[in-house]
């Protein structure tokens, strides 16, 4: 391999590696996002104890993308279905953005959707 070759994988390498960096706080408050709405749906029986369990959770794990009045609660039988959508921005260099969609639920398809 030659220096310029070594040089062009480093830099490669690198943007990527910063890339990674800037999208990782992100996906950890989306996976604790997720975690939260399961421990609300176990520990609360009411919409607004749902709210206020995930608020909890929330102010635990430094959720700042979203709070309990952002949470769609469905009923689904005897339990409660939760979800959640939301789209974050995330600036890379410039004008250039990254914008990522995230969105979850406790319901076994995949969302809560009202009947």
Do not use: C, H
Not at 25 to 44: F, L, R
Not at 89 to 97: D, E, H, T, V
């Amino acid at each position: 391999m030659s220096l310029s070759g070594l040089v062009f994988v480093l830099v490669i390498l690198g943007v990527l590696g910063a890339f990674g960096l800037k999208l990782l706080p992100t996906v950890t408050e989306y996976m604790a996002a997720k975690k939260a709405i399961v421990y609300a749906k176990g520990a609360a029986s009411t919409p607004p104890e749902i709210r206020a369990s995930f608020d909890k959770q929330a102010d635990i794990n430094d959720i700042k993308s979203i709070s309990g009045k952002d949470l769609e609660i469905v009923r689904n039988g005897e339990a409660w279905d939760i979800s959640f959508a939301y789209e974050k921005k995330i600036p890379l260099a410039g004008p250039a953005s990254l914008v990522i969609d995230y969105e979850a639920s406790t319901s076994p398809n995949g969302k809560a959707k009202a009947k």
